[in-house]
């Protein structure tokens, strides 16, 4: 049974950091693509970063690009986002998804449909 718990999430001022961390199990972590998406009430959830499952390529949303890092450690099964100079706008329940490497690794993967496995979320406020 896979199972991914997020954690790290909390309340902060604007210009803060935070470091969320995604602990899975049940699969072969090694061989999966990591997502972290973020979800605001009402909104649809959006794509903030994803990195492969080969540790080599990443990819951000724009909003984040510069402020956000995303790394992964396969000995711990463990993957991670470093999210610096927070922002109200980053206000947002966090999700970590894995999607099993494959065609689709080539791409952005930036759709949730693509992720089949998900946490249950962690909360980050931002306040000015």
């Known amino acids: 049974q896979v199972s991914l718990v997020e954690s790290g999430g909390g309340k902060v001022q604007a210009g803060g950091s935070l470091r969320l961390s995604c602990a899975a199990s049940?699969?072969?972590?090694?061989?999966?693509?990591m997502g972290w998406f973020r979800q605001t009430p009402g909104k649809e959830r959006e794509f903030v970063t994803v990195i492969k499952w080969s540790g080599g390529s990443t990819y951000y949303t724009d909003s984040v690009k510069g402020r956000f890092t995303i790394s992964r450690d396969n000995a711990k099964n463990t993957v991670y986002l470093q999210m610096n100079n927070l922002k109200p706008e980053d206000t947002a329940a966090y999700y970590c998804?894995?999607?099993?490497?494959?065609?689709?690794?080539?791409?952005?993967?930036?759709?949730?449909?693509?992720?089949?496995?998900w946490g249950q979320g962690t909360q980050v406020t931002v306040s000015s």
């Open positions: 049940g699969l072969t972590f090694r061989l999966y693509d």
């Open positions: 998804a894995a999607h099993l490497a494959g065609p689709k690794s080539a791409g952005g993967l930036q759709y949730p449909n693509e992720y089949p496995y």
